[in-house]
């Protein structure tokens, strides 16, 4: 389902993880987020992913 999902440039992931890392949701040990359960390594690579804190999303999106 996911093999055609575009994928940000790596600069924007790392941003992306910055913010991640600063979340009380966020297990670094595991590099999950526990609200979404997602990998953050995996989720902060997709174009049109959101935080479910809404910390950051995709690029055009309503959600920051």
Do not use: Q
């Not at 949701?25 to 526990?34: G, R, S, V």
């Not at 959101?50 to 959600?63: A, E, F, R």
């Amino acid at each position: 389902v996911y093999r055609n999902t575009m994928k940000i440039i790596a600069e924007n992931k790392e941003e992306r993880l910055d913010i991640c890392k600063t979340c009380p949701f966020y297990n670094a040990k595991k590099d999950k987020c526990t609200k979404c359960g997602c990998r953050m390594a995996w989720k902060a690579t997709l174009v049109h992913a959101k935080c479910p804190m809404k910390l950051w999303g995709c690029p055009g999106c309503d959600v920051k």
